[in-house]
């Protein structure tokens, strides 16, 4: 099983869809993520998606970007891992078990490499259900001396000195800056300028919709 993030403002990011759109959008994400297309959809895949007329408000937007034989996403494709790094991590996992004398489950689909001029990767999809074997682990115990952790940037795989305990224990804290109502000049859900000293106060306008709602009642006091 591979992975899509999201970071906590992707509704933020993404109010002013369509609820189609949004699920479309959503929809080629997971998609990419589960077939390893590193964010490029062939247009016949989009015939699953729930909504696929919807795709011509994520072309519009700029979310999507029109490639000829396929899409490709440019919203949240930052947060995507890429193929090569996720098959990397994968055949680790599944050295690792083997060692450990723990079986392998069985393979799930393979799915072809979508091809571009620039990609040479031919090689087809590991057991993508080994990625779960790393969730939460700081590193993978290789043996009593060393440790062997994987670059998620690159698929390197890193050896180091073996740490007693590679669990975190401690996080920094970072102090968040306190906003004075001069701070605000425009709401800060639509960005709407704000003229009343209460809304200037507040930073947010006088409009009643779900969003504004929500936020409303996230920041009360």
């Known amino acids: 099983m591979t ?10 990011d993404t109010w002013t869809l369509s609820d ?14 589960r077939k390893l297309l590193d964010l490029r959809i062939p247009k016949d895949d989009v015939r699953r998606f729930k909504n696929p007329e919807a795709i011509g408000e994520l072309l519009a ?8 034989a396929y899409y490709l996403i440019q919203h949240h494709a930052a947060y995507q891992r890429l193929r090569e790094a996720v098959i990397n991590q994968q055949k ?14 069985p393979p799930r689909e393979q799915t072809p490499v979508f091809k571009t001029p620039n990609d040479s990767s031919n090689k087809p999809l590991n057991d993508s259900s080994n990625e779960m074997d790393r969730t939460g682990r700081a590193s993978y115990v290789k043996s009593s001396e060393e440790a062997e952790t994987v670059n998620t940037a690159t698929g390197e795989i ?15 804290v970072v102090t968040i800056p306190n906003s004075t109502p ?15 000293a209460p809304s200037r106060a507040s930073g947010l306008c006088r409009k009643g919709d779900d969003q504004h709602q929500v936020f409303r009642a996230s920041h009360a006091a």
């Open 158 to 172: 890193v050896t180091a000195p073996y740490v007693a305990s590679a669990l975190v224990t401690e996080w920094p």
């Open 92 to 105: 680790v996992n599944k050295e690792n078990r083997a060692k450990g004398g723990q079986a392998s489950p």
């Open 182 to 196: 001069s701070d605000f000049d425009t709401c800060r859900v639509c960005d709407n300028k704000l003229a009343s």
């Open 3 to 12: 992975w899509t993030k999201l970071s906590d403002d992707f509704t933020d």
């Open 20 to 33: 189609a759109a949004y699920r479309s959008h959503s929809e080629g994400l997971v998609w990419s993520n």
């Open 61 to 68: 937007g700029g979310w999507w970007i029109d490639q000829g």
